[in-house]
């Protein structure tokens, strides 16, 4: 099986097999004339500032199509822990309030809410390994049901459709993180109140920017806690009234949009515009399922039906550091921490990867 994209596209060095795309993906060839670009723009005063904002725009369009949303519901933030923090300060807090999540899930989505005071917000943690847990543990003190697409310890991919549901049964709101999933799984953002992916990851950016989406159908009067000046609609001026706030999503973006990344997004989104990602998905399942039938006998923790996995393997070692050393060494390079090794796939990995890897955990 021959990767889907090609490796010629991307920064992979020779005899090097890349297989750490849950960390940071390689970069992309084209992103240097996007790199050259942004500078050029920069440098041409208003004009190149017109055509910074109508970069803004196009990523927006490209994200919108993405996700099978509206580009209004677009907007970003510097990262997801930003964008979390915002919806965080936004609600009303009453002393009991809850959130429920997974007792694994990624920091970015918890802290902002797990370090609020007066009042201090419970954590409800979903543990074990059944697909229902965090439905379960979400009850009627529940403001927020937060839970990562796919999970980045364990590569386990949730289905949203039953935390949508829990969320309407108890009147809380969904928010979602897309950044182990989006640019290789079909996004069905909609389902969320609130959602945020980090860029740098299988959507083939660079860090500096996430996307922030907000569900102007379902929460049409959420408003921010605060704002920047970029939160305001264009024109205002004075205090008296406070001004409006932009009517879509970039009022989540408080300042200047961080340009040069967005840029560079620009250009792995026209790259992944070539593919459908029901085959990206399809491609990296495949290898996700030969590795898996590959590392028998170790402790996986990704499940191995495939509606339940992304494009990780996750085996569990108290090794993990020395094991992805080892294969740093023999040209593979992986993904450790939290004692566990990942295995991340993307389109321009083929089976002979898996087959290397395979051969090398062997030995």
Not at 240 to 266: E, Q, S
Not at 300 to 314: E, F, K, L, Y
């Amino acid at each position: 099986m021959q990767p889907l994209f090609d490796p010629a596209d991307f920064r992979l060095p020779p005899g090097i097999a890349h297989v750490c795309a849950g960390g940071e993906t390689a970069a992309l060839r084209a992103h240097d004339q996007a790199l050259l670009q942004y500078a050029a723009d920069k440098s041409l005063g208003l004009p190149g500032r017109s055509a910074q904002e109508a970069q803004i725009e196009a990523a927006r369009t490209g994200i919108a199509r993405l996700w099978g949303v509206s580009a209004a519901d677009i907007g970003f933030v510097s990262n997801v822990a930003e964008g979390v923090s915002i919806v965080a300060e936004s609600l009303d807090w009453r002393d009991g309030d809850s959130i429920a999540i997974d007792a694994d899930e990624y920091p970015s989505v918890v802290g902002p809410i797990a370090l609020r005071r007066d009042p201090s917000i419970r954590l409800l943690q979903a543990r074990g390994d059944d697909p229902d847990r965090l439905v379960r543990t979400a009850d009627g003190s529940t403001r927020i049901i937060a839970a990562s697409y796919v999970s980045y310890l364990t590569g386990e991919r949730v289905d949203l459709r039953p935390l949508r549901a829990a969320a309407d049964k108890i009147g809380a709101l969904l928010l979602v993180d897309f950044t182990q999933a989006s640019g290789y799984l079909p996004i069905e953002a909609s389902l969320a109140d609130f959602a945020f992916s980090a860029c740098y990851k299988w959507m083939l950016g660079i860090t500096g920017v996430a996307v922030a989406y907000w569900n102007r159908a379902r929460q049409p009067e959420w408003t921010p806690g605060s704002a920047g000046w970029h939160s305001f609609a264009p024109g205002s001026r004075g205090y008296d009234p406070v001004p409006p706030l932009k009517p879509d999503a970039m009022r989540f973006t408080r300042g200047n949009p961080a340009h040069c990344p967005i840029y560079v997004l620009n250009s792995a989104l026209s790259y992944l515009s070539r593919y459908d990602m029901r085959d990206v998905q399809r491609h990296v399942q495949i290898l996700t399922t030969a590795l898996m039938d590959g590392l028998r006998g170790r402790d996986v923790t990704t499940p191995r039906d495939p509606a339940r996995h992304g494009a990780s393997v996750c085996f569990r070692s108290p090794d993990a550091a020395a094991i992805v050393a080892s294969l740093h060494e023999k040209g593979i390079l992986a993904w450790n921490g939290q004692s566990r090794v990942r295995i991340s796939f993307h389109g321009y990995n083929g089976m002979a990867d898996v087959e290397r890897v395979v051969a090398a955990l062997s030995a």
